[in-house]
């Protein structure tokens, strides 16, 4: 079989017309594009940390963690290295192979970057891979932290161009595709998604995904999530996506970036199982496990786990030298250490 060509010069019109494809038709296209570059029976499972939380001086109006709106949002400021280092150590001894930390912030600030920098390369010498998510970057402390080590970077597109200022009026889409653009100059990974559900219309999720395929390299990691209406954010109130609309937009990614990671993220927990194996069978591979997703719920781990095992999906594992039990029992432990941990941060599903 003849492996999906990778393009880069996808138009609107082209992306809105997969997305109307009849759903069968949509589901298989997806389902056969995934099956030429991936095991479909694998989800990559990452760990989340908050390790600064709230008082974010953006607008972006889904988010609880926007210093713009009062969501009883409990502050927490950059934590300390130590802190961040035994739960990157406990997770790595309970099976994490990624560990993500997410800042609230515009931009990290000069007096915090030594801190965040040391923080990547202690998580790094634990053999893990890092990934951070601290707002905008310039393009030199986007080097600092591919010298520090940093493995991803992720920084949301969110939505379309032209829907974006009914999201966001803080900052630009042109500075968002800057800090992407700083951070491959960088040498650094990419993970980059949008929100769904946040009353955009079809245009705008056509948009959306055209932004992110005709980027110069696809994401490595494409986070599609679904808005968590959160009270006292300005999107509390928007109408719920159709779910077919989601799993759509889902295979589409899928279709039209083809090697990429495409993660399920925020908004797990208000789907049922039948949604989520939906959302596998649509080309989906990635997941956060846990309580919480930062600041929003997230299905109990452990019944990720049993969902994982009713469809007989294996966490992805970078170490081929592992066994098929070894990953399994690698997820279960990961699991039980989520279920154990008493401090379990409330993180912001950043897309900061
Ligand atoms: S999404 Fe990120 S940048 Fe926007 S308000 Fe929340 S933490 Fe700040």
Redesign the pocket.
């Known amino acids: 079989m003849t492996a999906t060509a990778i393009r880069h010069d996808w138009t609107v019109q082209e992306v809105r017309a997969l997305l109307e494809l009849p759903f069968n038709d949509l589901i298989f296209k997806a389902q056969t594009v995934h099956r030429e570059h991936f095991d479909p029976n694998e989800v990559q499972v990452s760990t989340l940390l908050s390790i600064k939380t709230g008082a ?1 001086p ?3 109006k ?2 609880p ?2 210093g713009h709106y009062n969501t009883g949002l409990e502050k927490e400021k950059l934590l300390e290295i130590e802190r961040v280092v035994a739960e990157a150590k406990a997770a790595r001894e309970k099976g994490a192979s990624r560990f993500c930390m997410g800042a ?3 931009s990290p600030a000069k007096k915090d970057m030594p801190y965040v920098l040391d923080m990547v390369r202690q998580v790094k010498s634990l053999g893990l891979e890092t990934c951070m998510t601290l ?1 905008m970057l310039k393009e030199e402390q986007a080097q600092e932290l591919a010298d520090a080590g940093l493995d991803y970077y992720n920084h949301n597109l969110d939505t379309s161009e032209k829907y974006y200022n009914h999201i ?1 009026t803080t900052r630009t889409y042109q500075d968002r595709l800057d800090t992407l653009d700083n951070v491959r100059k960088a040498g650094m990974k990419v993970c980059c998604g949008g929100i769904m559900g946040m009353g955009e219309d079809l245009d705008d999720r056509a948009g959306l995904l055209v932004q992110l395929a005709n980027l110069p390299q696809h994401p490595e990691s494409v986070p599609v999530n679904m808005l968590v209406k959160v009270e006292g954010t300005p999107l509390d109130q928007v109408d719920d996506l159709d779910p077919f609309d989601f799993i759509r937009t889902i295979a589409v990614a899928r279709i039209i970036m083809p090697e990429s990671h495409v993660r399920l993220s925020a908004g797990r927990e208000n789907m049922n199982e039948q949604m989520q194996a939906m959302c596998f069978l649509a080309g989906a591979n990635s997941i956060f496990y846990g309580e919480k997703l930062l600041t929003t719920a997230n299905p109990e781990a452990d019944r990720d786990r049993e969902l994982f095992r009713r469809l007989g999906i294996r966490p992805e594992q970078r170490e081929q030298s592992h066994t098929e039990e070894e990953q399994v029992e690698a997820l279960t432990d990961a699991v039980e250490y989520e279920r154990t941990r008493h401090m379990f941060y409330d993180a ?1 599903r ?3």
Do not use: F, K, M, V
Request: with cysteine; glycine share 6%.
């Open positions: 974010c953006e607008d972006c889904y988010c963690q926007s609230a912030w515009r707002g966001i912001t950043e897309s900061a």
